[in-house]
């Protein structure tokens, strides 16, 4: 955030280059953690991984309460820094839905005015995540996101290719 006389700005260049930096080092943590057992070298797919895999979205309550589990798990963990590209990141996914959610006079002020009241209404939801509801629905975009990265495999037979083709997915993820 830039902060000139107690305005919050945040810019387009820092908005890329911190959700640059969360798909990087963030997601790729994540996506790490969701389909691999901890200590297995990138040889063992974990059981939730191959269950979202079976189900798809239409996951069973058990599963997807795991799910979310992990997901909480796995954001409680994050250093400040980390967390807040994680919020930059949510705020990118949702960004239409907030530009058409959004209340503005538009009788009463301009385009400019426009600009500055909707970009302060993000920076609140990043710098107040759990006030303004972003960090549920960061947690729902994650559960999204897993499930359509769980999509991309056929874990029908499961060998040495599995786990390449793993990495290399994630790679276009990250």
Do not use: H
């Not at 890329?16 to 057992?37: D, G």
């Not at 990141?89 to 002020?109: H, I, P, R, T």
């Not at 005015?113 to 993000?122: A, H, M, P, T, V």
Request: glycine letters at 4%.
């Amino acid at each position: 955030m830039i902060s000139i006389s107690d305005k919050m700005f945040i810019t387009k260049e820092v908005n890329s280059v911190t959700v640059a930096y969360f798909k990087k080092i963030v997601l790729r943590k994540l996506l790490m953690e969701f389909s691999f057992e901890p200590q297995s070298n990138n040889r063992a797919i974990t059981d939730l991984f191959e269950s979202v895999n079976y189900y798809g979205f239409d996951l069973p309550y058990e599963i997807e309460l795991a799910l979310f589990e992990m997901l909480w798990c796995f954001k409680n963990n994050l250093k400040k820094e980390e967390e807040i590209t994680l919020y930059f990141w949510g705020v990118n996914q949702k960004y239409l839905y907030y530009l058409e959610g959004f209340e503005y006079d538009a009788a009463v002020g301009s385009e400019t005015n426009f600009d500055k009241e909707f970009g302060r209404s993000l920076a609140y939801k990043i710098y107040e995540p759990n006030a303004s509801g972003l960090e549920q629905e960061t947690i729902e975009e994650l559960k999204v996101l897993l499930c359509n990265f769980a999509d991309e495999f056929d874990l029908s037979l499961v060998d040495e290719y599995t786990y390449e083709n793993i990495l290399e997915v994630m790679d276009m993820y990250c």
